[in-house]
């Protein structure tokens, strides 16, 4: 002890480790808490299953989707644990090295392709704040570690599907004719040979309506399937990445490529495309969405939460002649398939894109009979007075994701709603943010709305909703929005009550007053939105 009674350095030094070994004891006892809990769950699911890789692979095969929902949840528990900043960095290492290895074996993407799509992105964004190029991400996705050494399996083992090199030279000279992008006359030769290869699998995917004519080789169609699988998986990696970090025009970009990947199509903005989307839902009992997208998000004090409330509006709900059609569809995809070649031709001779759709809304989506969307909140960079004025960003600028969510409505739901919530900005002023709803398996569907909130300087300033000042194509509500704020008006009732007690008649007769003025702005406000 020093003077007066004060803890000597050497003291404070030494009660140091003890902190950390407490707060390290805690972190381990949760750790194993998260781990019994989830090799619970899992006893519970396969019984007495043997604990080996192969017979947890074809236990969790056969467990239904409400089993693997739980077994997801609770997996991700103690994975978050897991790679959280500790002192477990060597459970965290081996984690990932098992994890790693685990995927390489079971020929999946491992983290050093995650770290160089990562870049890619990271690299343009770092130049431009326009959206993401599909031939740009398609690029990447060309030459990463993990589409490379498929090719070079391919080059290499005489027994792996071989595309053959006259079929690439005619989709190359197709793609060329087409105007593709990336595929102009002055482009050719310009990329390496594996790269090369493997981004024209991708392309005669996407483009493979327009390039009917061409007759491939079944050993180049093979290698065109399995390249374009290995494609989506990366694809499913670099999503996740983008939601996690929050970057919004990558994410867009993204959904948009998986969708065309999904459905074999090229271009989102395109009408030939969108009938072709319409024909594949149909082929497996589904509509095309059309869906409305609307959120209220009232004004806030500085540095408080917002909250965000949004209501997605399906128009093409399912009857229920409908579902019963479609869960029968349903039921016939989830049959085993048939290995000889009489129901390979019947697969091939079936309705259009059948194959393609049954992969995507086949398994957990067709037994639960829901439908998949991603929910992104974006936050425009800035605040609208600083727009107003005309000053600007010099750099380039990426907004901001403050919220996202998956949202799964049932087939006949008309409506989903979900709430987001988020920090304020600190400085006073008007803000704005934009929700999209974004499909990763359908195109021409996606919907988003442009919403703007104040940010006031005092609590019992607080008077309208936001305003909802943008829609995109497919939302079809009225953007005037006529309901009172009636939480704020009832604070500031309440205000006014608590300060009439303290102050007497004399505080009546300004409450009294203070409320007639806020009735008559509210009724002023209501008639200038009406």
């Not at 391919?154 to 989709?171: E, F, K, N, T």
């Not at 310009?190 to 493997?198: D, G, T, W």
């Not at 829901?370 to 960079?381: F, P």
Request: proline share 4%; aromatic share 4%; net charge negative.
């Amino acid at each position: 002890m020093g003077k007066n009674g004060t803890p000597t350095q050497t003291a404070r030094t030494a009660e140091v480790p003890t902190t950390t070994k407490a707060a390290a004891h805690v972190d381990s006892v949760s750790a194993e808490d998260k781990e019994a809990r989830f090799l619970s769950v899992l006893h519970e699911m396969v019984g007495a299953t043997e604990l080996t890789e192969e017979g947890m692979r074809k236990a969790i095969l056969s467990l239904t989707p409400a089993q693997r929902q739980r077994l997801t949840a609770e997996s991700r528990d103690l994975k978050r644990e897991l790679l959280r900043p500790s002192d477990n960095s060597e459970d965290r290492d081996l984690y990932r090295k098992t994890v790693n290895r685990s995927a390489d074996l079971a020929d999946l993407p491992v983290d050093k392709d995650g770290a160089f799509l990562a870049k890619k992105m990271s690299e343009y964004m770092a130049t431009s704040s326009t959206d993401i190029p599909h031939s740009y991400v398609l690029e990447a996705l060309a030459s990463s570690p993990y589409l490379i050494k498929a090719a070079l399996k391919d080059s290499r083992d005489p027994a792996s599907s071989s595309a053959a090199q006259a079929d690439l030279d005619a989709v190359e000279a197709a793609l060329t004719a087409l105007r593709v992008a990336g595929w102009h006359a002055d482009q050719a030769g310009s990329r390496p040979p594996f790269v090369r290869r493997n981004l024209l699998l991708l392309h005669a995917h996407l483009h493979r309506e327009r390039l009917r004519a061409l007759s491939l080789a079944e050993s180049t169609t093979l290698a065109c399937a399995d390249t374009v699988d290995k494609a989506r998986r990366l694809l499913d990696m670099l999503l996740a990445y983008c939601l996690q970090v929050g970057w919004v025009r990558a994410t867009m970009s993204i959904t948009e490529l998986q969708g065309l990947v999904t459905n074999g199509l090229w271009d989102v903005r395109d009408d030939e495309c969108r009938q072709h989307m319409k024909k594949k839902l149909a082929a497996v009992g589904l509509k095309l969405p059309k869906i409305s997208v609307s959120g209220h998000c009232p004004d806030v004090a500085p540095g408080e939460r917002v909250r965000l409330n949004v209501t997605l509006t399906r128009m093409h709900a399912h009857m229920r002649e409908e579902m019963d059609s479609f869960h029968k569809q349903a039921e016939l995809q989830q049959q085993p398939a048939a290995t000889d070649a009489a129901a390979v031709e019947a697969a091939e001779a079936a309705p259009e894109g059948k194959a393609s759709l049954a992969a995507a809304f086949g398994g957990e989506a067709a037994a639960l009979g829901k439908e998949g969307w991603w929910l992104v909140v974006e936050s425009l960079r800035g605040h609208l007075n600083l727009h107003k004025q005309g000053i600007k960003d010099s750099e380039p600028v990426h907004n901001l994701m403050v919220g996202r969510q998956a949202l799964s409505p049932t087939l006949d739901s008309p409506q989903w709603c979900a709430d987001i919530e988020f920090d304020a900005p600190t400085t006073p002023g008007e803000y704005k943010v934009v929700i999209h709803v974004r499909s990763s398996t359908m195109i021409g569907v996606d919907a988003k709305r442009k919403l703007s909130f104040c940010v006031l300087s005092s609590k019992s300033k607080r008077s309208l909703p936001s305003r909802d000042t943008a829609s995109s194509h497919s939302s079809t509500e009225d953007s005037s929005e006529t309901c009172h704020n009636m939480e704020a008006m009832d604070a500031a009732i309440a205000e006014i009550e608590e300060d009439r007690g303290d102050r007497g008649d004399r505080g009546d007769r300004g409450a009294d007053a203070a409320i007639a003025e806020i009735e008559e702005e509210e009724s002023a406000d209501a008639a200038a939105l009406s």
